[in-house]
């Protein structure tokens, strides 16, 4: 059982459009929600991260939308330039608990010009 | 500031050939550690964490180990290679305890293909 899923393997978009990346999880007790990208041979660098006491983070052209009723959240990137061409990974854990950030399978996300 | 340092960068073993992997953080005491493994185009999965010198927990057996003999060091290894242990090895390290135990700042990985 996929306990956090991305709903798209690919996304493409254009230079200038929002990409919008969706995730879902199962466990209810996920209350913290950090974004990974990943570009090609190197390891994934944490992006933006939200917790679940918020529906909203925003930093620069990055902004997480929570919803915790529905268990989803999504990653909207304004603005989109054709260096965010990279894998964009979910992933969530439980604050107290340690050594359980368990990631989605990823979106790779195109950035046209 | 803190840096993780990863080797080797890359290998290539045979099958059933032995492996050492390490990792290295630097500017932290006492963090959290992990090892994820990472398939080509694949998903993130942890293999091991450690939270003290000594003390490794095990997520999943891929006929794996891993130790950490010094606070400021995890390695990886096996004794027997197989073909489904090729792939994208990451260390990662968090800070220990509190909020910040669940963010993990990863290396730059070891990319190793088993023939």
């Known amino acids: 059982q996929q306990q956090v899923r991305q709903s798209s393997q690919s996304l493409t978009v254009w230079e200038g459009e929002t990409a919008i990346l969706n995730c879902s999880y199962e466990n209810s007790a996920f209350d913290y929600f950090p974004w990974y990208q990943q570009f090609p041979g190197e390891g994934p660098a944490l992006l933006i991260a939200?917790?679940?006491?918020?529906d909203k983070k925003e930093d620069g052209r990055f902004t997480i939308f929570f919803n915790k009723r529905e268990k989803n959240l999504s990653l909207h990137i304004k603005d989109s330039q054709p260096g965010d061409s990279a894998t964009y990974f979910c992933a969530a854990s439980v604050t107290q608990v340690v050594g359980q950030l368990t990631f989605g399978r990823g979106t790779r996300l195109q950035v046209y010009a | 500031a803190q840096t993780i340092h990863q080797w080797p960068v890359a290998e290539i073993k045979a099958v059933g050939s032995p492996l050492s992997l390490g990792c290295t953080i630097k500017g932290k005491s006492s963090p959290n550690l992990y090892w994820y493994w990472q398939a080509t185009g694949g998903t993130l999965q942890q293999l091991f964490y450690?939270?003290?010198?000594?003390?490794v927990e095990s997520v999943v057996q891929l006929n794996l180990s891993a130790s950490r003999p010094k606070d400021d060091q995890f390695i990886l290894s096996t004794e027997k290679l197989l073909l489904s242990h090729s792939g994208f090895y990451l260390c990662a390290w968090s800070l220990w305890g509190g909020a910040g135990q669940n963010t993990l700042y990863f290396g730059a990985g070891t990319r190793l293909s088993v023939l």
């Open positions: 939200i917790r679940s006491v918020s």
């Open positions: 450690s939270i003290t010198v000594g003390q």
